[in-house]
């Protein structure tokens, strides 16, 4: 660990870029923000999802550190007191096109520094790198719901938890009998690429295409870009099964061909009644209809099984619609992913509209200036668009925060209004913004980092 120039944290504290040398360290503060039962000796052999030359550590200058109140603290084997990390998602999906986005990860500060503007000064180093890897977004999953609104990232996407009864009844798909299915052990060698394949098809095309052919996807499907995100994908050691069986793997083909696939592993224990056995699955995901009817037609009458407990779904995913009843399934509904506009020009000028708008918008961002003030938006019906400074009077004002939350076509600026959150100055500017905003697929990634 090498020491970096002093930035804008607290005095006693210093930045220090990170390397595969310090994985000890950075699994050591892991568990002290994350607790879990494993400890460095269980999980240092397995890869970590880290890109290293973005992972930024917070270490303690120990002078500093002597002088803060010891409160029974347990000393430290490593002075390195806080990190955050991003993901290099150079295609990540936006309406209608992708971005470079920095997917910000691996935050945690050490319970004995916290509350000291450890995490504050770390989002602004990496905002500051987003803008210098020319990343005009950046995403994340929250740990907790309350921790980075205060930062501009908004809300952009929901998901989709379900518990599905054993044979819940679907609805019949005109084709879905013609699948043949594969019931395999999941290993990377064999099931890599198909996996790998499907799941950025089926986020591409999520929404079939336009008139001339363009592609609608589902914006924050993210993909596993990185070698070290795939490694850490199919690491299936047994530190990470939490007692269920190995990964297995439903596979449906249509004529030779995959055309969908759900990742799984069961669990089961033998009660008075009979076995009781939950199958937990991965992303469920299938190119179409047909193919996602017959791989849930698998999944839901797996034997021993008593329920299917699917990981993250979409909120519009397919399933909602092939259930007969809905409700037995218990849908519950969580925060996906956030989203930070770095930079409005290049957010904005970077995805699609789906209706043709022209708009002034009031932005305000306290903590990057650069994007504060009046900006005129242009864009065709699902054609290039424009962003672009100007002095007109403002038609709508909002903080950067919404316009992240609104970004990837999922919220609604008109809810958002609703809530008092953005302001109407010209009388219709709302509804065309907002129908400009939206977008035909809900967004949401299938896996979290
Ligand atoms: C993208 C991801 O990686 S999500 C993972 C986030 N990490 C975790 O949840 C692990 C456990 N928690 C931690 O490591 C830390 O408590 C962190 C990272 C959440 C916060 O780090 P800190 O250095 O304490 O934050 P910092 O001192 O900069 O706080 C800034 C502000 O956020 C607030 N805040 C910090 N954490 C939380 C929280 N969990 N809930 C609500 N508010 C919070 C602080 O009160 C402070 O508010 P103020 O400006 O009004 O005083």
Redo the contacts with the bound molecule.
């Keep these: 660990m090498t020491h970096d120039a002093p930035s804008d944290l607290p005095s006693g504290y210093r930045l220090a870029p990170l390397t595969a040398d310090d994985k000890r360290a950075v699994l050591d503060l892991d568990l002290w923000?994350?607790p879990d039962s494993r400890s460095v000796d269980d999980l240092e052999a397995h890869p970590l999802p880290l890109t290293w030359d973005r992972t930024v550590g917070v270490v303690a200058e120990h002078d500093d550190a002597a002088a803060v109140p010891a409160d029974g603290a347990v000393p430290r084997a490593s002075d390195l007191v806080?990190m955050?990390s991003s993901y290099p998602f150079a295609a990540f999906p936006v309406p209608g096109a992708t971005l470079p986005v920095g997917g910000?990860?691996?935050?945690?500060?050490h319970p004995q520094?916290?509350?000291?503007?450890?995490?504050?000064?770390m989002i602004r180093e990496h905002l500051r790198r987003c803008r210098d890897a020319g990343e005009p977004l950046s995403a994340?999953?929250?740990?907790?719901a309350?921790?980075?609104g205060?930062f501009g990232y908004g809300l952009a996407a929901y998901d989709l938890r379900l518990t599905v009864p054993r044979r819940a009844a679907l609805r019949d798909v005109p084709g879905a009998e013609r699948h043949t299915v594969r019931v395999e052990h999941a290993t990377r060698e064999r099931h890599g690429d198909l996996v790998a394949d499907l799941h950025e098809r089926a986020g591409r095309t999520a929404g079939g295409a336009t008139a001339d052919g363009t592609p609608v996807n589902r914006p924050g499907w993210v993909t596993r870009e990185t070698p070290e995100l795939v490694e850490t994908f199919w690491d299936d050691a047994p530190a990470f099964r939490d007692g269920r069986e190995s990964l297995r793997i439903v596979v449906v083909e249509l004529d030779g061909e995959p055309r969908g696939y759900a990742r799984f592993r069961r669990s089961l224990t033998w009660e008075d009644a009979g076995p009781r056995g939950t199958v937990r699955t991965g992303e469920v995901v299938a190119l179409d209809a047909a193919a996602a009817r017959a791989l849930w037609g698998v999944l839901v009458d797996l034997d021993l099984s008593h329920e299917v407990v699917p990981f993250v779904l979409p909120v519009d995913d397919v399933v909602t619609h092939l259930l007969v009843d809905q409700r037995s399934a218990t849908p519950r509904i969580a925060d996906n992913q956030w989203v930070r506009v770095v930079d409005v020009a290049g957010a904005l000028a970077g995805r699609r509209y789906p209706s043709p708008v022209d708009v002034v918008l009031h932005v305000s961002d306290e903590l990057l200036p650069e994007n504060a003030g009046h900006w005129r938006l242009r864009a065709d019906a699902f054609g290039p668009a424009t962003c672009e400074r100007t002095d007109d009077p403002a038609e709508l004002s909002l903080d950067v925060r919404e316009l992240g939350a609104a970004y990837l076509g999922g919220i609604s600026l008109t809810a958002l209004a609703a809530a008092g959150l953005v302001t109407e100055h010209a009388p219709g500017a709302l509804t065309r913004a907002a129908v400009a905003f939206g977008w035909p697929v809900s967004p949401g990634s299938s896996w979290t980092f």
């Excluded at 910000?104 to 500060?109: D, E, I, M, Q, Y």
């Excluded at 994340?140 to 907790?144: N, T, V």
């Design positions: 923000a994350f806080a955050h910000l990860t691996w935050v945690g500060v520094h916290r509350r000291r503007g450890l995490l504050t000064a994340l999953f929250a740990a907790e309350a921790i980075y205060r």
